[in-house]
């Protein structure tokens, strides 16, 4: 895996002394100064860069074929982290959901690692954006949320997943259940997501609107919430700010 950003600037540290060399005098100075530069954006990445490798080793979970406590898949998956304050950007990650841990290669590939959540602002996995909510902030559980859509109504979902061990023809094996949680929020506040009267209540402003737009493209809340709830918020913008 690689982590793009404290690379280049060591790159421009390692080229820059060997390049000043073969300058004239009056070019060096210029030179010195592209190095002294280039150092110190090295330097303020370096210690970041340091603080991705000191998580715990992550021990991988019980699985059984087809089953397993991953988000999407148990595939690498490219992505990004905002980690430190830091972004970073790699090519392989996995989020571990029923645990709620962020996993990465160790620096030399040889093992996985497990992020410290509360240094963990976002990140992004096969093109989901996840953001750590925390409790004392916004009343709800501290974790990792999916922003499904960001408008002036937002869209987040809690994933989780539940191991449980059940036997089947006599064998026991392990199933993971999933489960989504919705939220919406608006006006500084978070709303659960209970059903469409949930919804209505919240953008009642926009009642009559919304319940023709619902006939009129079959929006169904008990069959696809997620989608629901997206398209919902959408057209609500739209209507609010056209």
Do not use: C
Not at 3 to 31: K, W
Not at 63 to 82: A, D, L, T
Not at 135 to 140: A, D, F, I, P, R
């Amino acid at each position: 895996m690689q982590f793009f950003i404290p690379s280049i600037f060591a790159t421009l540290v390692a080229i820059t002394p060997a390049f000043s060399q073969g300058v004239n005098t009056a070019d060096r100075g210029q030179v010195n100064q592209a190095l002294i530069y280039a150092q110190s954006l090295y330097q303020q990445a370096t210690p970041a860069s340091q603080y991705l490798y000191l998580g715990k080793e992550y021990g991988v979970s019980d699985r059984v074929e087809y089953e397993h406590p991953f988000f999407g898949s148990e595939q690498w998956k490219p992505g990004s982290i905002v980690y430190f304050g830091q972004l970073y950007q790699t090519s392989s990650m996995l989020y571990d959901i029923e645990n709620e841990k962020l996993i990465i290669e160790s620096l030399n590939g040889d093992g996985t690692l497990m992020l410290r959540n509360e240094k963990i602002t976002s990140f992004t996995l096969d093109n989901h954006t996840f953001v750590r909510l925390e409790k004392e902030k916004t009343g709800l559980s501290t974790g990792f949320y999916e922003l499904l859509y960001n408008g002036t109504v937002k869209v987040f979902v809690k994933r989780t997943k539940t191991q449980e061990k059940v036997v089947i023809n006599q064998e026991r094996t392990i199933r993971f259940s999933s489960n989504n949680q919705f939220y919406q929020y608006k006006g500084g506040v978070y709303y659960a997501v209970h059903g469409k009267a949930s919804v209505m209540e919240l953008m009642e402003d926009q009642k009559k609107a919304l319940k023709a737009y619902w006939r009129e493209k079959n929006i169904d809340f008990q069959q696809n919430r997620e989608s629901a709830l997206i398209k919902t918020s959408a057209y609500y913008d739209q209507l609010t700010h056209p």
